[in-house]
């Protein structure tokens, strides 16, 4: 009886571009056996830092229209000029089995999967100290060409006015710091009482 096993947590993360929020997810995964990162599906070329299959899946155009025709995204939006998807197997399998599951994913993402999954949802906003701050960060990363970091910073604008729609904000002033912010809410979220499995059990018997 007691070991009914909640449901994982989907963790959703959302940034502008160069807010830090990729960094912050890395750490808090290497750090949290109980948390599988949710593997993108996109359609935009790979950089040159990026491991198919494990930052991204890249697929065509038409693998990817494919996928949407099979019903085979959780979630997907077009975000520049690219599509970005969840694919629902392994998020579905994850959580099922009570493993938290974490989301990179934009706004519109965010939207959909709190709308199908209201009860496990937990939404994480970052915000970047300035907006000078933010272009500084794509600039020194370098990966992108003028021309993308300037659409970038445009569209910044857009993912940054959908912040009150989180239940969490970090400013990410420091990298360590916001990542001991994410661990912490990680942890509240599962002490809710509703999130803890076997709680009735437990207190019958602490009182029997
Ligand atoms: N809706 C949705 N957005 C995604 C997905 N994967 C990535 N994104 C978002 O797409 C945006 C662009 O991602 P990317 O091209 O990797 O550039 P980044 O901004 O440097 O991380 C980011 O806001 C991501 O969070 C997805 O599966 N669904
Ligand atoms: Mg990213």
Not at 90 to 105: E, I, N, R
Not at 193 to 200: E, I
Request: proline content about 3%; aromatic content about 8%; glycine content about 4%.
């Amino acid at each position: 009886m007691s070991d009914i096993k909640r449901s994982g947590l989907l963790l959703v993360l959302s940034s502008p571009s160069g807010a830090g929020k990729s960094s912050i997810s890395r750490a808090i995964l290497a750090e949290d056996e109980n948390i599988m990162l949710s593997v993108s599906a996109t359609t935009r070329p790979m950089r040159e830092s990026e491991v198919d299959g494990v930052d991204y899946n890249f697929y065509s155009k038409d693998k990817f229209q494919s996928m949407i025709n099979k019903n085979q995204f959780i979630e997907y939006a077009k975000v520049f000029d690219n599509y970005y998807g969840t694919p629902a197997r392994p998020v579905l399998d994850a959580l099922d089995k009570g493993t938290d599951v974490m989301f990179d994913v934009d706004w519109q993402g965010g939207q959909i999967l709190a709308n199908k999954f209201t009860h496990d949802i937990v939404k994480i906003f970052i915000l970047p100290p300035s907006i000078a701050e933010l272009e500084n960060r794509l600039r020194k990363r370098a990966q992108d060409s003028e021309e993308i970091i300037k659409m970038r910073m445009e569209k910044s604008e857009v993912e940054i006015s959908h912040w009150n729609e989180y239940d969490w904000v970090i400013i990410n002033h420091d990298f360590k710091e916001s990542v001991e912010k994410v661990k912490s809410i990680i942890e509240s979220e599962r002490l809710k009482k509703n999130r803890q499995s076997g709680l009735v059990d437990f207190v019958s018997n602490l009182c029997s």
